[in-house]
């Protein structure tokens, strides 16, 4: 993550000529299901909750993707794991994750998914971590493409709405098939497919390899979204043109910096908000995420974000470490509104 805030301070300006005929701004479709852009939210376990999927739509992404959903909690009725299937009016297009090994529970998360509202169902066969991976889910699924093709087919079947498949290049390099478990997936009714083109063992390291991504999107007839190492217009553009996909995925370049989307999906790149519009942005984010997900667990998810937002901004360490001791938001949130230092009354 220290990566991602070093390369956005380093950002060179892109000299680009965003507008009408910008690609990204294009609207594309799954299935029937109509996007007003080529900018995807990407899923973030423990993150993309709706109020960060909100502020996610609000800067322009053209579809939001939930974080991941365990299919065995929405099996058991577990409250935390329902609670992720809230979806909001005015949130469409949407996409809620899920994960699991078993055809039979999968399908019957999935009702429940259409039935919360969602627009688009999204599997999870990318997970690296290993409690996910040992049941036989997440990344593990591509070593096993009879196992995710049948997960595929069971929840397309019991299902109006689209099914696609975010997938890893493979669990190691050596083991990868990208493409085969690609044509399988698609042939057992997947709308469409997004590609991380790392294998699960690489985690985040190395770069995003996405000739892995173009080799993907030449084999099938689906639409294909590339996520990975995308945080300006300039990388977007390399990447659909370079790799032919047909949108890419935002992840850790649009902490903090939910104004990554606007750029992308506009081609436009904007000077680095002041200070002020951050603290506004994190005010109106963090009233949501009180809201999302109770007062308490709010305190420990915004603490994730406030270095985030506040990287290269004028808010010393001491700031910023108060914040992080604040027992309630409103605190820490407070503690930015504070003269930063005692100005010199004029005489
Ligand atoms: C904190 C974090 C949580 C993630 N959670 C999920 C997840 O729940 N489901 C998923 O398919 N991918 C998940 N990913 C992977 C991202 O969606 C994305 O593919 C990856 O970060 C590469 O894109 P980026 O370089 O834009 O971040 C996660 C990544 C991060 C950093």
Partial sequence: MKGVLAARDAQPAEALDGGAAWP???PFRIAGVAMPNRVVQAPLAGIANWAFRRQSRRHGAGLCVSEMVASYGVHHGNRRTLAMLRVLPGEAPMAIQLFGADRAVMAEAARAVEAAGADLIDVNMGCP???ITKTG???ALLDDPDGAAGIVEAMARAVDIPVMAKMRRGTTPSRARPVDVALRLEAAGAAALCVHPR?????YSGAADHAVTAQVAAAVSIPVIASGDIGTPGEALRVV???GAAAVAIGRAALGNPWAFGEIASGRLRPR???AEVVDEIECFAAEVVEALGPDRAVGYMRRFYPWYLAGQ???DGALRRMQREPTVEGAVAILHRPRAAAPVPA
């Fill in 241 to 243: 043109e370079g790799a």
């Fill in 314 to 316: 004028p808010v010393d």
């Fill in 24 to 26: 990204l701004a294009e």
């Fill in 129 to 131: 971590v290993p409690k």
């Fill in 273 to 275: 908000p002041e200070l």
């Fill in 199 to 203: 294998a699960a063992a690489e985690e």
């Fill in 137 to 139: 889910a997440g990344a």
